[in-house]
């Protein structure tokens, strides 16, 4: 289990999830990735999650959970995107919680 306080923000639950695609940067020392996320159960899913985070961490398991097909639940600090509910790509936010099944 990864969990990141933010103070007084509300959240945006992926639910439980496949992880899809883990894309890692380091720019200037500072290491962020991006995750991607499609529902569980879903052969044919309409759009995708994705999360930023800046916990390596994170990243880790969301690789690991892509590499052994692991579910996973996801939580973000919707941000000012506030919880999109349309679109081929949703961003949830900056990743808070991630919950291993």
């Given amino acids: 289990m990864f969990g990141a306080s933010a103070a007084n923000a509300a959240s ?11 894309y890692e940067y380091n720019v200037n020392g500072t290491t962020y990735g991006y995750i ?20 390596q961490n994170a ?16 939580y973000g600090d919707s941000g000012t995107s506030a919880c999109p509910t349309s679109g081929s790509y949703r961003y949830l936010g900056v ?3 991630l919950y291993e099944y």
Wanted: with cysteine.
């Fill in 12 to 22: 945006c639950s992926a639910g439980w999830v496949n992880v899809t695609g883990v």
């Fill in 36 to 55: 991607y996320t499609v529902p569980e159960h879903n052969v044919l899913p309409a759009y995708t999650n994705y999360f930023l985070t800046y916990n």
């Fill in 59 to 74: 990243l880790s398991q969301a690789k690991l959970a892509l590499q052994n097909h692991q579910t996973y639940y996801l």
């Fill in 95 to 97: 990743l808070t919680y």
